[in-house]
């Protein structure tokens, strides 16, 4: 049953990965569990079936283009500020931008470079450095960036960093960044002058342009700072023992990847809504561009959505082979009933099927039911939302709470050598920025903050539920089923004692008929498949039961 379906697209580490693991390739349609494959317009992720995980968001080209993730980010940057969001260097979208550009470009004045960009492009085609309004190229579309000219320089080159960032899931949403990374140079010293802008070994970072250098050296060792890559554990020691303090520029890094992905949250969010059938079938390795200016300040430059894990030097084995077995193990592929797979491979009945199959499992009753939709409507709607409110959402978890949280741990627990960044005990500063509050991001967000410093004792508590069997809903315990607060609730204009102001149960039933009818709106697969998400995977009662996370081994990859 362990079956991968390959693409033309997979790269050999993958490959080689999920071949050590035992799985097989399959065939046919419905009965593989993994791809690594091409990224698809949002309605093609229609046909992923409910046990299928595919390397890929509907949407994430919201990031992954160069003019969408200015678009995005830059809007961020007037709502939020600057302060906040200053960390794309600033950019035109040509046509659209184009007397933007010049009222910049003026202002500027003629010592100012630009650096103009394909919007859908990579491995620098297409890119060239330019500082005279005539030599901007007449083709269109076109972004056009202000150049970074004073990078940070060592040995007198430019280099900038790949950063591998790890999506399992938008809502909640859960990133993860890779400890390690590569630091990849210039072949060619810096200059300043206008008279070198043509010399794209000196200007730009990316390998496949500088392999082509004649002066282009290698690096085997990952530990070592020499040639023309080097690991990023590597440049962290480097600036370590020149005294700068690395950490900082690290969660400096980690602030401005959080806020990127969230810049894309509202477009991904609702189209794996629209058009994904449960959550689990969807995940996303990003490469970070990103680029420190003479002061260490962190900026990024692109978001890949298929970071290259070509691994043609030992150094790229060594890093890209961890980061993708830790990948997969996060992925945590989860095994099917047989019976669920064959009934799947047919039409959309079948399909259908399958998931009443599962919904006749797992269906809570209409009390907790109702308990589950009326707690989210509640901490949706309150205007008070301070951190004292917020806490109060793990004073009694529903099934439904306890589910999440569950799969947001047994995950953690996988991480390898990733570091989750979100939800993290910093995370409820970044719920601002969401274009709308997510009941699950709070949750999260919360759990963390209770138990990062004690997360054996929040594991035992899901754990003693789940031998309860309270996460299926089929256990009912009144004590633990979560009802209106009948305490003190202050709101902003008005407070009420003994539960809820008219006002505020009647916003509250808005947004419970807001809901039904969303969720009607949706294919009835996407609606059962929302509420069975882990059931299978954690009925045994124990948190890793259905994954496969010893599967993807370290010495597999090494050889
Ligand atoms: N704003 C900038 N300032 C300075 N250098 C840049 C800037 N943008 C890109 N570069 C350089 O150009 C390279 C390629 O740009 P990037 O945006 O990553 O496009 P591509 O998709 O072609 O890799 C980067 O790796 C970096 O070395
Ligand atoms: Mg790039």
């Known amino acids: 049953m362990l079956r991968w379906k390959m693409s033309t697209v997979t790269p050999n580490i993958v490959k080689q990965a999920v071949g050590r693991s035992h799985f097989k390739v399959s065939r046919r349609n419905n009965d593989w569990l993994g791809c690594w494959g091409h990224h698809m317009k949002s309605p093609g992720f229609r046909i992923i079936r409910e046990h299928q995980k595919l390397n890929h968001f509907p949407g994430s080209f919201q990031i992954g283009r160069k003019d969408r993730l200015w678009r995005n980010v830059s809007k961020m940057q007037v709502r939020f500020g600057k302060k906040e969001f200053n ?255 064959a009934s799947s491979s047919g039409s959309n009945s079948s399909t259908a099927s399958l998931n009443t199959a599962l919904k006749e499992k797992s269906r809570p009753s209409l009390e907790l039911f109702t308990a589950e939709k009326t707690k989210k409507a509640y901490y949706l709607t309150q205007k008070v939302s301070d951190h004292e409110f917020y806490s109060t959402i793990l004073d009694i978890l529903t099934p439904d709470d306890v589910r999440v949280l569950i799969e947001t741990e047994d995950e953690f627990a996988r991480r390898g050598q990733f570091e989750r960044i979100f939800p993290s005990r910093v995370s409820m500063r970044y719920l601002r920025f969401f274009e709308q509050l997510r009941y699950f991001n709070i949750l999260v967000a919360q759990w963390e903050l209770k138990y990062f410093s004690n997360r054996t004792k929040g594991v035992d508590l899901l754990r003693s539920w789940c031998y309860r069997g309270y996460h299926n809903g089929i256990v009912t315990d009144t004590t633990m089923m979560w009802t209106l607060p009948r305490t003190q609730v ?70």
């Not at 003026?106 to 309004?133: F, M």
């Not at 990952?222 to 520029?249: F, M, P, R």
């Open 87 to 341: 960390f794309l260097p600033q950019s035109f979208i040509l046509p659209q931008d184009i007397k933007l550009l010049r009222k910049a470009w003026e202002d500027c004045g003629s010592h100012q470079k630009w650096i103009v960009k394909p919007p859908a492009s990579a491995r620098g085609i297409g890119i060239q450095v330019i500082h005279k309004w005539n030599q901007l190229p007449k083709r269109r579309p076109l972004l056009v960036q202000r150049y970074l000219h004073k990078p940070y320089l060592i040995g007198g080159s430019k280099f900038d960093l790949r950063i591998y960032v790890y999506v399992t899931c938008y809502d909640p949403l859960r990133i993860y960044l890779f400890k390690d990374g590569l630091v990849r140079f210039a072949s060619c010293k810096y200059s300043s002058s206008m008279k070198s802008l043509n010399n794209k070994y000196m200007h730009l970072t990316n390998y496949s342009i500088n392999k082509k250098n004649v002066e282009y050296k290698a690096n085997t060792d990952e530990t070592a700072c020499q040639g023309h890559k080097w690991a990023l554990k590597a440049l962290w020691s480097y600036l370590n023992q020149k005294g700068v303090d690395s950490e900082a520029i690290w969660e400096k890094i980690k602030d401005i990847v959080v806020k990127t992905i969230i810049a894309s949250e509202p477009y991904i969010t609702n189209l794996v809504k629209l058009y994904v059938r449960r959550p689990y079938c969807c995940h996303e390795l990003f490469g970070f561009d990103v680029m420190l200016d003479e002061n260490l300040k962190p900026w990024i430059l692109e978001v890949n959505i298929s970071p290259s894990l070509h691994s043609n030097s030992p150094l790229d084995v060594s890093i890209k082979g961890q980061m993708v077995r830790d990948v997969l193990n996060l992925a945590g592929f989860t095994l099917p009933n047989a019976d669920d797979v």
């Open 490 to 559: 202050y709101l902003k204009n008005d407070f009420v004692l003994n539960g809820m102001s008219k006002v505020e149960s009647g916003r509250i039933s808005k947004a419970l008929v807001q809901r039904d009818e969303e969720e009607s709106s949706r294919s009835p697969e996407t609606t059962t498949a929302t509420q069975s998400l882990p059931l299978i995977k954690y009925a045994a009662g124990t948190l890793k039961k259905g994954t496969v996370p010893q599967a993807f081994s370290n010495s597999s990859l090494v050889k």
